[in-house]
């Protein structure tokens, strides 16, 4: 083995960089960085979200320039405050005013693929046993007529009916929310708790009505689903409605919200 190692040799005159510090041909002939005579804020400082970052987790289009300084996240703080928690989301994700402003600006063009996209979520929760035998429970809200076997469960049943009410409204929602406004965010949470067996909502608790119990899993490969739905729909918008360069944008942005609503779920699941 000390044979094998022998013939290396470690170049210590060579200097230290940060992995992610932007180089080019002055940097390379001097060994000491030279330090920003200003600072400009970033996108992220400019958003509705209480944290701000000097990083540069918004620029997608050059080489990535080391973090001024490395926020601190307090980890126990962000599983019991939903608002430190949103600021952590939106911020790491860099979701601004532009991602809402875009997500506004396509939402009409957008809002009549919602019927056909719950349907077909609808379809493909039941082409698996265990995506579809979730529906042979009552669900909160209803009273209706339920099946007595598997078989019997259709797409028209009185339940799939009305779970497909509230999946629309959600899509519009995400479509149309005010993400400046925590009532939004509080809504997503609520909609992941919901998911988990245990009902966020009082009224639901008194009357004894049990809430829906889906494994995350599922949950997650839903949301995926969804969000190449809304992907494909964002990308056909015609041109003179939406320029190529703003679907390109919107598309990002409602991958952002999908994703903290994703972790609006997995949070009540795993308890991270």
Same mark, same amino acid.
């Given at each position: 083995?000390?044979?094998?190692?022998?013939?290396?040799?470690?170049?210590?005159?060579?200097?230290?960089?940060?992995?992610? !510090?932007?180089?080019?041909?002055?940097?390379?002939?001097?060994?000491?960085?030279?330090?920003?005579?200003?600072?400009?804020?970033?996108?992220?400082?400019?958003?509705?979200?209480?944290?701000?970052?000097?990083?540069?987790?918004?620029?997608?289009?050059?080489?990535?320039?080391?973090?001024?300084?490395? !926020?601190?996240?307090?980890?126990?703080?962000?599983?019991?405050?939903?608002?430190?928690?949103?600021?952590?989301?939106?911020?790491?994700?860099?979701?601004?005013?532009?991602?809402?402003?875009?997500?506004?600006?396509?939402?009409?063009?957008?809002?009549?693929?919602?019927?056909?996209?719950?349907?077909?979520?609808?379809?493909?929760?039941?082409?698996?046993?265990?995506?579809?035998?979730?529906?042979?429970?009552?669900?909160?809200?209803?009273?209706?007529?339920?099946?007595?076997?598997?078989?019997?469960?259709?797409?028209?049943?009185?339940?799939?009916?009305?779970?497909?009410?509230?999946?629309?409204?959600?899509?519009?929602?995400?479509?149309?929310?005010?993400?400046?406004?925590?009532?939004?965010?509080?809504?997503?949470?609520?909609?992941?708790?919901?998911?988990?067996?245990?009902?966020?909502?009082?009224?639901?608790?008194?009357?004894?009505?049990?809430?829906?119990?889906?494994?995350?899993?599922?949950?997650?490969?839903?949301?995926?689903?969804?969000?190449?739905?809304?992907?494909?729909?964002?990308?056909?918008?015609?041109?003179?409605?939406?320029?190529?360069?703003?679907?390109?944008?919107?598309?990002?942005?409602?991958?952002?919200?999908?994703?903290?609503?994703?972790?609006?779920?997995?949070?009540?699941?795993?308890?991270?």
């Amino acid at each position: 083995m000390e044979n094998h190692f022998s013939g290396l040799t470690l170049d210590t005159t060579e200097p230290l960089v940060c992995p992610f !510090q932007r180089s080019n041909a002055s940097e390379k002939s001097s060994s000491s960085p030279v330090p920003s005579s200003s600072h400009s804020p970033t996108e992220t400082e400019t958003s509705q979200t209480p944290l701000h970052s000097s990083s540069s987790h918004t620029d997608y289009g050059g080489q990535s320039a080391c973090p001024v300084f490395t !926020q601190e996240v307090d980890p126990l703080l962000i599983k019991t405050s939903l608002d430190d928690r949103i600021a952590y989301l939106t911020d790491f994700l860099g979701f601004t005013s532009r991602d809402s402003d875009l997500i506004s600006k396509i939402a009409p063009s957008v809002h009549d693929a919602i019927p056909a996209m719950v349907d077909g979520m609808y379809a493909k929760l039941f082409e698996f046993d265990i995506t579809k035998k979730v529906f042979m429970t009552r669900n909160q809200g209803f009273d209706g007529p339920l099946p007595q076997t598997l078989e019997e469960l259709s797409l028209d049943s009185a339940q799939i009916i009305f779970r497909k009410v509230f999946m629309k409204a959600w899509a519009r929602r995400v479509l149309t929310a005010d993400y400046s406004n925590g009532k939004t965010w509080a809504y997503m949470d609520k909609v992941g708790i919901m998911h988990t067996g245990a009902s966020p909502f009082k009224h639901q608790r008194t009357m004894g009505i049990a809430p829906l119990n889906v494994p995350y899993r599922d949950i997650a490969l839903m949301l995926g689903w969804i969000q190449t739905v809304l992907h494909s729909a964002i990308l056909q918008i015609p041109e003179d409605k939406c320029p190529m360069s703003e679907k390109i944008e919107a598309v990002a942005a409602i991958s952002k919200v999908l994703w903290i609503q994703n972790d609006l779920f997995s949070r009540h699941y795993i308890g991270d």
